[in-house]
T-cell receptor, first 114, second 112 residues
Framework: EADIYQTPRYLVIGTGKKITLECSQTMGHDKMYWYQQDPGMELHLIHYSYGVNSTEKGDLSSESTVSRIRTEHFPLTLESARPSHTSQYLC?????????????FGPGTRLTVL | AQSVTQLDSHVSVSEGTPVLLRCNYSSSYSPSLFWYVQHPNKGLQLLLKYTSAATLVKGINGFEAEFKKSETSFHLTKPSAHMSDAAEYFCVVGRGNTPLVFGKGTRLSVIA
């Protein structure tokens, strides 16, 4: 079982602010992911990383950026938050035991932009 | 390309009755299949996964799923629903080194 930590759990900020959502995992997983999820809706992959210094954009276009300088850390940054960014952001990491990627999720960050 | 279709957006059952959440998948290759559960204001928790071993997969909390290649289905079942099972359930398909593809979710309500 993976340990995935996300901070903050809840964040309310004003329009135009720069924010960084933190995600850390302690299992040494190479692969990490960020999803965006509106309440009661499906998950949308916005960024992923298959290792240090490797990042890719996901299926859903996002104004956020990510970095992967250390294996255990995968922060997501919004340079200028807008009300349309209000959502829940879920971080995950995966192992590839047996050749199958199994993702483990953090508790999520619920972001509200006023 | 891979995809999953969860056939019901909402399922409602009485406590103590069986649960059936339906999922069909599409994949050009032998897929890996997962079910995740999400309780309100929480992250996703892995219920079970299929990786081409036994076709009947047992998961946590009494859930199980059967992989049926001929029907391209991976339905989730539980013999007796409990109030704590009320949550959102996601069927997921994956293969190799590509990101997982999530279904749109099925909301399970359990009536006392």
């Amino acid at each position: 079982e993976a340990d995935i930590y996300q901070t903050p759990r809840y964040l309310v900020i004003g329009t135009g602010k720069k924010i960084t959502l933190e995600c850390s995992q302690t299992m040494g997983h190479d692969k990490m992911y960020w999803y965006q999820q509106d309440p009661g809706m499906e998950l949308h992959l916005i960024h992923y990383s298959y290792g240090v210094n490797s990042t890719e954009k996901g299926d859903l276009s996002s104004e956020s950026t990510v970095s992967r300088i250390r294996t255990e850390h995968f922060p997501l940054t919004l340079e200028s938050a807008r009300p349309s960014h209000t959502s829940q952001y879920l971080c995950a990491s995966s192992d590839s035991l047996g050749g199958v990627d199994t993702q483990y999720f953090g508790p999520g960050t619920r972001l509200t932009v006023l | 390309a891979q995809s999953v279709t969860q056939l019901d957006s909402h399922v409602s059952v009485s406590e103590g009755t069986p649960v059936l959440l339906r999922c069909n998948y599409s994949s050009s290759y032998s897929p890996s299949l997962f079910w995740y559960v999400q309780h309100p204001n929480k992250g996703l928790q892995l219920l079970l996964k299929y990786t081409s071993a036994a076709t009947l997969v047992k998961g946590i909390n009494g859930f199980e799923a059967e992989f049926k290649k001929s029907e391209t289905s991976f339905h989730l079942t539980k013999p007796s629903a409990h109030m704590s099972d009320a949550a959102e359930y996601f069927c997921v398909v994956g293969r190799g080194n590509t990101p997982l593809v999530f279904g749109k979710g099925t909301r399970l309500s359990v009536i006392a």
